[in-house]
């Protein structure tokens, strides 16, 4: 079993991917080529956004946002400690400072009754985390935003991908989407990529010049920027992906709830991720909560079923990330590093296989 399938994904999507593929090969732009320009197309349609800026990672499309707003150095974003580093990275990466908002217990996104605090005259934008791939509360931050005037949010839908929230798609519930094409993700190409929404003409320029080095025009430059863009082979291979994509959406929906209730059924000692009656997962991660975790894993591994562990560390603990950002303590983000497990998820897990995660999980975590 693996962790997550990708070779099955594969097999079914040979033909119109090696198809896709051909034809970049044949027509020889390998950088902004035809295919990139159709996948941003069909992704801002797909989301619903004016605008999708490709990019060659998720964590590029967070600092070319945080370019793009010209977040500096004396600005503070705020974001969560339990999350990937690139949430946090990013901020640091421009000079900014991260501020962290701890996370709820049971859904493990930002615990919005405490944002308001950790706003100041210095806050710029907001990055929150819809983690697991399932969206955060985004009216109520959004709301908090606009009430106190020039922050931006940017919704960080790495995983969230495919995710709805309140009859909108993860990655346009606020005035910036960013989410990755990293392999694992629900929409994952086979190399890095990423992807920039927004409705804003601006910060489309802005980050449309910042992924090729600031230019304008041919070999003009306007402002700073990197070399930021995806390559045509994965716009390719997004493309061929993307027919599949709402049967995979629908089967990661399925395979999650199908997980709850048979967990729930087994007996096993493992408290589940909420999922919001107004919102969907697509279940990046399908996240448990276990006592004695690191020996809970060992045993699972043993009886061949692999985990992962989302995450370890919170970043405020994090060596890098000590100094740079504002001090504080997140009880619930400490709590949940020692407590949580990722079992096996993909579109391409069978139920047979699942059923035997579930079996193993229950033996392991109540003998
Ligand atoms: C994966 C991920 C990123 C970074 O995406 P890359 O494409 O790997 O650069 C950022 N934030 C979160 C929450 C992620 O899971």
């Known amino acids: 079993m693996d962790f997550i399938d990708l070779k099955a994904q594969y097999r079914a999507l040979r033909e119109p991917i ?38 060659a990672s998720g964590t590029e499309a967070l600092l070319i946002a945080l370019m793009a707003l010209d977040v500096g150095p004396g600005d503070e974003v705020i974001t969560v400690p339990f999350t990937f580093v690139a949430t946090a990275e ?57 009430r106190h005037g020039g922050i931006t949010v940017i919704e960080d839908a790495a995983q969230s991908f495919g995710a709805s929230y309140r009859g909108h798609r993860s990655g346009h519930l606020s005035a910036i989407g960013c989410t990755s094409f990293f392999p694992s993700k629900p929409l994952g190409c086979y190399g890095d990529g990423g992807a920039i929404f927004t409705d804003d003409d601006g910060i489309a320029r802005a980050s449309t010049e910042i992924r090729v080095h600031g230019q304008s025009a041919r070999y003009h ?4 920027g990197v070399g930021g863009r995806m390559d045509t082979l994965q716009s390719a291979i997004l493309l061929a992906k993307l027919d599949r994509f709402d ?60 985990t992962a562990v989302h995450y370890p560390k919170p970043l405020h603990q994090q060596p890098a990330y000590r100094e740079l950002c504002a001090p504080g303590s997140f009880p619930v983000s ?34």
């Open 18 to 55: 090696n198809q896709r593929i051909q034809q970049v090969l044949d027509h020889g732009q390998y950088i902004l080529g035809p295919e990139t320009v159709e996948l941003e197309r069909r992704l801002a349609a797909y989301v619903g956004a004016k605008h999708c800026i490709s990019v």
């Open 221 to 224: 430059h306007t402002r700073i």
């Open 90 to 146: 990013v901020i640091a990466l421009v000079g900014a400072t991260p501020v962290f908002v701890d996370v709820e217990p049971d859904t493990c996104n930002m615990d919005v009754s405490k944002l308001e605090a950790a706003i100041t005259g210095d806050t710029r934008a907001i990055i929150p985390v819809s983690l697991y791939g399932q969206p955060v509360d985004m009216d109520e931050i959004n709301a908090i935003a606009a």
């Open 247 to 306: 049967w995979e959406v629908q089967r990661r929906i399925a395979l999650g709830a199908r997980y709850g209730e048979a967990i729930r059924a087994s007996g096993a000692h493992a408290a589940l991720v909420s999922v919001r009656p107004d919102r969907s997962s697509v279940w990046a991660q399908y996240t448990v909560q276990v006592e004695q975790r690191d020996a809970v894993q060992k045993t699972l591994q043993q009886a061949g079923i692999p």
């Open 334 to 367: 400490e709590a949940l590093a020692q407590r949580v497990l990722s079992l096996p998820m993909s579109a391409d897990l069978s139920e047979a296989d699942q059923d035997r995660v579930v079996q193993a999980l229950a033996q392991a975590t109540t003998t």
